[in-house]
Structures are given as structure tokens and as C-alpha cells.
């Protein structure tokens, strides 16, 4: 009698339209950090409105096929991550009430928006990521890639498809296709963190692959001299030797301070940004030394303190920053040779008390912690839940920290790589 092969069960396929939704959204992750435009806002505006519609398309195709096909819904696997989609919708929810409160409604409306479009983007992602493989961490950096090799170019004045005036001074021509080099720098963070941890699972040609990608995000964020960004990235690389095996956490530390000694002992643009920041606080000009963020945060604080509860409304920081700003002058003087309005505050920790109240920043550390937590215990041998181990808590932890001296969540080049990987680590490990 002959034997008959054994039939191996073939793998489940993936409904057309999810595919195709799916695809959509990688296509939306890497446009966003690449789209330009003309007019007088080139660079923040179309990722802005390009990220709005992508969250609000992809999320209502979502509720659409669930509600066609209930027993096969997108939707549907979001019921497994209850407390991601209870924060969500409770921002949304805080947002609409702050902005009810707000000393200035159409300003806020527009950011509660924002909001909104943010929350369908993170749960289309959530929900589209959870069947995907690990190749799926690597979508964005395909555009962190042009963008980080873009500014090299610019750096080192190779090349340069933007044209400034004559007396600009070379960083502030570091602009990749984000808008400046504080934007480019906070960007590159979780792409290069990314990079840097899928060179850690995987092994053979992939692990060199990844190593060599992230060597080219490093260039490029080096190339901004951003200080803020490369402080966050030290803090998350830190983090990260401690989830790392011991072989592992031992070579990164080596890699680490040879970059380290480079950076102090031969002429770059990090050591003379360094260099003059020292040389600013050494003389008190606090003010210079923080880019003058400081004006901006002693504002902020006087908001907090006069609306604790609601804030004076999401998106209105800019609205009230000249009355503010010269409360700011009795304490102060020096801030009156400083002329100048912020739209934003600088550092996103004040923002959220600022323009929302202590409720909305209760709700970004909580999600801070939610995306952070996933990092303890053992992963086992599933690539996805060894990335989401490894990226959760450096990557909680780096936007942490460039938060305190940037404005993450108001860009939407780094709000949508930021809520792409933490759709992504809440789909693939389950909190413990």
C-alpha cells in the first residue's frame, strides 16, 4: 500500500480589502515624512492634512467592512486591546471637553480635529498591524531613509534642492524634506530606534541590512545636531542595553563610546553645538542656551496655573503666548530683548497642562506607560513580540525625553511613526 504525503495546512489567506487597507496605511507612513508642497506652509501642512485623511479614510473602510462582514470584522480584534482603545477614546473625549471650555473654540476645534483623525489612524493601525509580520516595523524606514540622506547631503553641501538666502547659516539649511533640522531630528528617532532593535532579532544578511540602515539614520540625525533628539536617543539606547542580552548590551556600549569619543575629540557639528551651549550657561544666558525656550515655558506655566482643569484650550498656546509673555517680564527683564511668538510651546509635557489641563496629561503618561509596561518579562522565540519587548519601553522612554525640549504631537511626521509603532507593539505583546 503507498504511503500518502501528509498535507501541511496552508496558511489562512488575508481578505482582499484588509490587504488593501493595510497597504494603504504603509503607503500613508512612508508619504507623510516625504510630502511637499507649494505655498507658504511647505512642509508641515500637507503632512498634516495628508495624515488626517489617512486616518479618517483607512479607520472608516475598517467600520465599513465590519459592519458588512460582522464575523470577519477589522474592527472586531480591537475588543482584545481594551485599555489602548479606552485611552484613545477618552483623549477624544477630553479633547471635545476642553475644547468646549476653551477661551478660544475654533482654534481648538481644529485640534480636537487633529485629534480625532490621530485616534482613527492608531486604531486602523492597531487593528490592520495585529496580523502582520515583523517585516511590518520596517516600513517606515524607507522614507527615514531619504530623509536622513537628504540632510547629510545638505550638511556637507553636496546637494540642496531648496534655495535660502545667502546669509542663513548652514544648520538651519538642514531641512531633508520635514521643514528644519529640530523637525528632521525628532523624526529620526524611532526609525533609527527601530532599526537598531531589528538589527538586534534578527540574524544573517537581515541583521546587516538593519545595521547598515540604521548607521544611515544615524548620519542623518548627527547631521542636524539636534540636541534635544540626540539626548532622547541616548536615554532610549540606555534603556534599551538593559532589554538586550548581556552579549548584545556589551557590543552597543562598545559602538556607543567610540560614537562618543568621535563627537568629543574631532570637529562636528554636535561638539560645536555643544560647545556653545556650554559656553552660554557658563555666562547665565539660560535664554540663548535653551534656543529660547525658556520664555516659552515660563508662559506656559503661568497658563497652567490660571486654568489647571481644561487649560485655555487645545491649540490655543499661540492665541494667548504675547499676553502671557509679558506677565513673564516682572520676573524676567531679560526675556524683553526677545521679541519673538511661539505657536507652540517647545516642550509637549507643558503643552498638554497648558492648552488641555492636568486630565490630558494624565492621559499621555498613562499611554506612555501602556506602550512602556509591554517591555517587561520574556518574549519567547516570535519575532513581532520580540521587537514590541525590545522597541516598548526605550521607545516610551525616547519620546519621553524629546518631548521635554520638542513638540512631537503636534507634527504629524512624528505623531504618525510614533502612533504606527505603538499600534504595532500594543498589537503584537499584549500588556502583562
Not at 525658556?294 to 503666548?321: E, K, N
Not at 519587548?389 to 526605550?394: E, K, N, S, V, Y
Request: positive net charge.
Amino acid at each position: 500500500m503507498k504511503r500518502t504525503a501528509a498535507k501541511v495546512p496552508a496558511s489562512p489567506r488575508v481578505p482582499a480589502i484588509e490587504s488593501l487597507l493595510w497597504w494603504s496605511l504603509a503607503a500613508a507612513v512612508t508619504a507623510i515624512p516625504l510630502i511637499i508642497t507649494t505655498g507658504e506652509d511647505v512642509y508641515r501642512l500637507p503632512k498634516l492634512l495628508l495624515l488626517q485623511a489617512a486616518g479618517i479614510v483607512i479607520f472608516a473602510a475598517c467600520a465599513i467592512q465590519t459592519l458588512l462582514l460582522p464575523g470577519r470584522g477589522i474592527l472586531k480584534r480591537l475588543a482584545h486591546h481594551r485599555i489602548p482603545v479606552a485611552l484613545t477614546v477618552a483623549a477624544v473625549l477630553w479633547t471635545a471637553i476642553a475644547t468646549a471650555a476653551s477661551t478660544q473654540k475654533t482654534l481648538s476645534l481644529a485640534t480636537l480635529t487633529w485629534t480625532a483623525s490621530c485616534a482613527a489612524f492608531f486604531l486602523a493601525a492597531l487593528a490592520l498591524g495585529e496580523g502582520r509580520g515583523v517585516f511590518a516595523a520596517a516600513i517606515p524606514l524607507i522614507a527615514a531613509a531619504i530623509n536622513a540622506i537628504m540632510a547629510v547631503l545638505q550638511r556637507l553641501q553636496i546637494w540642496n534642492p531648496f534655495r535660502f538666502q545667502e546669509h542663513m547659516p548652514l544648520r538651519a539649511r538642514i531641512t531633508a524634506l520635514l521643514g528644519n533640522p529640530n523637525d528632521v531630528g525628532g523624526y529620526l528617532l524611532l526609525p533609527l530606534l527601530a532599526a537598531l532593535v531589528l538589527a538586534v532579532v534578527h540574524r544573517g544578511r537581515a541583521r546587516l541590512i538593519y545595521a547598515v540602515a540604521a548607521a544611515v539614520l544615524a548620519a542623518g540625525l548627527l547631521a542636524t545636531a539636534t540636541l534635544t533628539a540626540l539626548i532622547a536617543f541616548a536615554a532610549a539606547v540606555g534603556v534599551l542595553l538593559f532589554c538586550t542580552s548581556r552579549r548584545m548590551a556589551v557590543a552597543t556600549a562598545l559602538a556607543a563610546a567610540a560614537v562618543l569619543v568621535i563627537l568629543l575629540l574631532f570637529e562636528n557639528p554636535v561638539r560645536a553645538r555643544l560647545a556653545a551651549v556650554a559656553q552660554q550657561v557658563r555666562t547665565g544666558n539660560l535664554q540663548e542656551a535653551s534656543s529660547l525656550r525658556l520664555q516659552s515655558f515660563t508662559a506656559a506655566w503661568l497658563m497652567i496655573r490660571d486654568h489647571p482643569i481644561t487649560g485655555v484650550g487645545p491649540g490655543c498656546f499661540g492665541y494667548w503666548y504675547l499676553p502671557y509673555s509679558v506677565l513673564t517680564y516682572g520676573d524676567h527683564p531679560e526675556f524683553i530683548r526677545f521679541a519673538g511668538n511661539f505657536r507652540d510651546v517647545h516642550n509637549d509635557h507643558l503643552q498638554f497642562l497648558a492648552t488641555a489641563g492636568l486630565p490630558a496629561y494624565a492621559l499621555f503618561l498613562a499611554a506612555l506607560w501602556q506602550m512602556a509596561r509591554r517591555g517587561w518579562g520574556r518574549a519567547g522565540d516570535d519575532a513581532r513580540a520580540r521587537f514590541a519587548r525590545l522597541f516598548a519601553l526605550p521607545g516610551a522612554t525616547g519620546i519621553a525625553v524629546l518631548a521635554l525640549g520638542h513638540f512631537p504631537f503636534e507634527l504629524a511626521s512624528t505623531a504618525a511613526v510614533f502612533l504606527y509603532f505603538a499600534a504595532l507593539v500594543c498589537a503584537w505583546r499584549p500588556a502583562p
